[in-house]
């Protein structure tokens, strides 16, 4: 992409603070090109100029602002170089400040995680100190290697075929072939054998998560977590989908370059940190939902969004990283990690083979909730899977001062008897809004203190200790103020509806999976919580609120982020991409919008019982 | 490579009588660029400017002539228009003529040859009417293939896949599905399983042939041959590797494009005269020699040309159409025929097979001679193969009046008894020079006369009949008239020397062959000669001059171009193709060079013996 002379008619792009230079037609425009190039920007409008959140700090070449850009930015901002990236039509050369979306401390911990697996990861570096070809030896080269490995019938892709003269005749027939099965990967001069190394990528919809493995000890070398750029164009899979199939020519691959590109900055950077070379990186696992895994291969996921919701692909495969542009070793090998329906992706395939849940001969609960809740039943005998929309409540979108996991947020809360909420804040910094986890606490909290009804009404009667918080919204509606100062943050009726649908969907799928089953909640020995939320929700609040049976405490378990693990596990060992191919063949799907009794249960779930 | 759009600084080429049109960077070198798009422009110093052959007629964009263009044209020439393309560095459009190199109608025969195999391609197109997704039918769409087809497991390369979803759905369904064992190369929608074509190929260091067959009926639909366009970068193999290594950055690309391109046009020729589509061509069989296929695949051949002679690879091989450039169905599969060495390659397998030699429980003896000679000597149980550096005599360099089996070429000579030769032209028009076939006529006839002696000496005594032709060129050297008139041919000592060479080094190869085996010729029971030469020339003619042991006449079998047949063998069969790959690996190779004995055989077998 970045090119060292700058063609006619294009413009180059300098952004801080990494200084990136980049090369930008004449013409195009600004926001499209920096997500389709990797960089996270934020949007909900996907780049209408409407929303007004895609702001960049323009330090050269700054034009007068667009009406969009006036409506949306102040005086004050717009003196400063504030200008709305979809706004921007290149005419000149750039330099600007892309907002830096951190991972959070939060993220960071999830990702680290305990793995037990044999190290086997399916291919080999193996160093050859070849005999010198002469008039007794006229052996060809590619023999001469074959002979060298003990191996008669190795594959050469071309471009690694295309290096062997010039390789082995650089260290005098030394040299160093990495090679899955029968099929080398790349051959190097001298003993390279030292600098074997994986990366496990779980693209989610809102987060891309890597780890960067050492394939000769099993040994973590980094961790990286950022935001999918794609989310620029859409918040859910939905709106990513309509994005592909309202931009037919454009869509697909502008959302495969926004990912794609996203994961060569992580690769770069892990590499940078661990001091090693991308080139040596020969295996890539990828576990994602199916409409990701769509997106970062290029298949049209267009068919997922309607029923009968059929996806292209749900087996794993494997496709050679330069085919998908990834910036690993060009012929490295990416293992697609299968799926089990159109709703219940790879990423569940990972995370149930990291929870063991297949393997285990007493009943478990899987569940993964985001903005879609995946929800699997099962022993090692039967497994039911199924997904439901649980709305994008629990990450932050459609609730007043919702927001993701980022610094700011308040992620837990405690309503003692001072009348004082305790709020735990990411960053332990001024509360900016509320994320998911503190949004169950909260309603948790409220139901706890009779101050939600049954049905979820927020009472207004002021007989109680933290009735005075409970005020009128702009429209009339009751809210309760969780946080004070110049940037009041308070949780809505509204807020309070949006989160029984997700929590009523959520329950239903668990309900309706037991009674497939023939089960009761007393049968299942461990409720495995998937998922940045699982990990950081407290349990009580979600038992409180009843997003799940009423199962014992001890029965729940955060598994952290269990794609990322699974995805680990596969990287590891050969073996376990197969188990994971055979356990996501053993899942039996469940539409539960085709399930008769759903809407009962639903409606039936939507209220909360007991206290 | 033709844009429909002109970039800045680039120029528009239409080339006549195509009207070709294609699009040239300013300052771009017309004769380079030419045979880099497949255009076969006469040459012998690779665009020096040193041998005047490059010649095209420039309609319009013509500038004043080069001092060397002065030099190798006349003025004539230069007023209508003649120019060298090596001089031309392109700044503005151009519409020129290139001369049309035809095929002869030797050639065109020659192609032609009854195939006895199965018809068992390795591969199939599978017509499908699957049922349509639905509530109670969630299959993904590649499962869903994949249980039409009744096999589990099926590749679908990526660019394959993409194409699934959009496919399906044109036709409601119904799709045909082409595929190689377990991997799918293509989906259409509705039954085209009727299109169905493979192309076999044989690259000659001169000629490239091209056959296109119906995979369906094994019916031939097209033969095709044309010069092989590399040959501007030199004649033979040697020149041409000594292009890749003093062009170490461009070389390489620039032969292999030039052969690509070339293909590439013959397909499209192919295929318009058969009215088929090229995306219908699945297959692809390659034969060549060694350096022909590491050219055509851009793997570096600069091993080959000196001791001791390493290729890089040996084995056969499989590559996708599109990773070659080739202009097929993009998932085409292009099978390289395995080579047997250094010098003796895909060609001698290809040919060997279809002679049956391997399989023969008798001894029998291949012999294809081109710019190098290559022999195998063997029968089911063993086989020997040594090549020789025929020289390029047989192909009319360095043969004063020598050239290619062309229209004008004298083929055949016999010298009756009234003094006159009667002389056999191609094309029956006006003798322009000599042929390899009509030359070794020549010498034989000549040695029938007794007016060259044992040792090669043309003598001038004149009681003969024919020696009032025998005369002195201008360096009183002694020379044989064979056709007077304006432009009179003649055979110099010199190319009587040139003829000596070659044909001892081939008798040679033969000798020492059979004495590896401890063979005498008698014990051989059928000598098959391949390749155009092997065809055409008389075989009395090549006895009498001792090129070959002294065999009956009736042993000599011409069996046309071996290695295309041998091609066209693998396109049909599967099985064909890896009983190449058994019989190049059972072939023992003798470099001849390091055998002790050679100088001693050679020298002998340089006179003439017998009459």
Redesign the interface.
């Known amino acids: 992409m970045i090119r060292d002379t700058v063609q ?1 008619n294009s413009h180059v792009l300098i952004i801080l603070p990494q200084e990136d230079r980049l090369e930008i037609e004449e013409g195009g425009n600004l926001f499209r090109f920096l997500v389709c190039h990797g960089y996270s920007i934020p949007s909900s409008c996907g780049g209408m100029g409407t929303c007004g959140k895609c702001r960049v700090l323009i330090h050269k070449g700054l034009k007068p602002p667009t009406e969009s850009e006036e409506v949306h930015l102040s005086q004050v901002e717009l003196d400063q170089g504030w200008r709305l990236s979809c706004q921007q039509k290149v005419n000149c050369d750039i330099v600007l400040e892309v907002l830096q979306i951190d991972e959070t401390t939060q993220a960071k911990e999830l990702l680290k995680h305990e793995l037990h697996t044999a190290l086997d990861p399916g291919m080999e570096k193996v160093y050859l100190e070849l005999p010198s ?3 007794e ?7 001469r290697v074959q002979e060298g490995l003990g191996v008669r019938r190795i ?2 892709p ?1 471009s690694v ?2 290096k ?3 390789v082995l005749r650089v260290k005098d027939f030394r040299a160093t072939v990495t090679k899955e099965k029968d099929r080398a990967l790349d051959v190097e001069p001298g003993d390279t054998t030292g600098a074997f190394y994986g990366l496990a990528i779980d693209i989610g919809t809102t987060t891309i998560a890597g780890y960067l493995l050492d394939l000769n000890s099993g040994q973590e070398m980094g961790i990286r977590s950022q935001i999918n750029p794609q989310r620029s164009f859409g918040a859910d899979v939905i709106a990513r989908i309509k994005h592909v199939y309202e931009h037919s020519e454009t869509g697909l691959k502008e959302l495969q370059e926004a990912v794609v590109s996203a994961i060569n900055r992580m690769i770069h950077q892990l590499c940078q940190t661990a001091a090693i070379e991308p080139a040596h990186i020969y295996k890539v696992t990828v576990a994602g939902n199916p409409t990701m895994l769509h997106l970062f ?4 996921p ?2 997922i969004d309607h ?9 794993g ?1 494997i ?1 050679s990283a330069n ?2 542009g990834l910036e690993t070793n060009s012929e490295g090998r990416v293992y697609i990690i299968p799926a089990i ?2 709703y219940v992706g790879a990423d569940i395939t990972a995370g149930v083979l990291f929870s063991g849940l297949h393997q285990s001969s007493k009943l478990s609960l899987f569940v993964d909730i985001g903005t879609n809740a995946e929800i699997v039943l099962g022993n090692k005998e039967r497994m039911l899977a199924c997904s439901t929309p649980a709305g994008p409540a629990f990450e932050g979108a459609l609730i007043k001062h919702g927001m993701s996991a980022t610094p700011g947020a308040i992620a837990h809360v405690l309503l003692g008897g001072d009348g004082e909420p305790r709020l735990e804040v990411i960053g332990n910094s001024i509360p900016k809004g509320i994320c998911g986890s503190g949004l169950i606490d909260l309603i948790a909290e409220l139901r706890k203190l009779e101050l939600i009804d049954e049905k979820g009404k927020l009472l207004t009667q002021d007989n109680l200790r933290y009735a005075k918080r409970v005020t009128s919204d702009e429209r009339s509606q009751p809210q309760f103020l969780v946080s004070g100062g110049d940037k009041p943050i308070s949780l809505t009726q509204q807020d309070i509806r949006e989160l029984q649908l997700a929590k009523g969907a959520i329950r239903s799928g668990v309900d309706i999976l037991l009674r497939k089953w023939g089960a009761a909640p007393d049968d299942i020995d461990v409720v495995y919580l998937a998922g940045a939320f699982g990990n950081y929700v407290r349990r009580e609040s979600v038992l409180r609120i009843g997003m799940l049976p009423p199962f014992p405490l001890e029965k729940l378990k955060p598994v952290g982020n269990a794609a990322g693990q699974g995805a680990k596990l596969c990287l590891l060992n050969q073996g376990e991409w197969i188990e994971a191919q055979q356990l996501a063949e053993r899942v039996q ?1 469940c ?1 539960l919008s ?1 399930y008769k009794g759903f809407s009962d249960t639903f409606i039936d779930n939507l209220y909360f019982k007991g206290i």
């Open positions: 006619t070809p002469g008039k030896d006229q052996c060809p080269d590619t023999l594959t050469f071309l075929l295309r062997v003269p010039h291969t290029a298949v049209d267009s068919q029923s009968p919701y059929i996806p292209v692909l749900r087996d495969m496709i085919e998908l329906s159109g799907y539409e085709y």
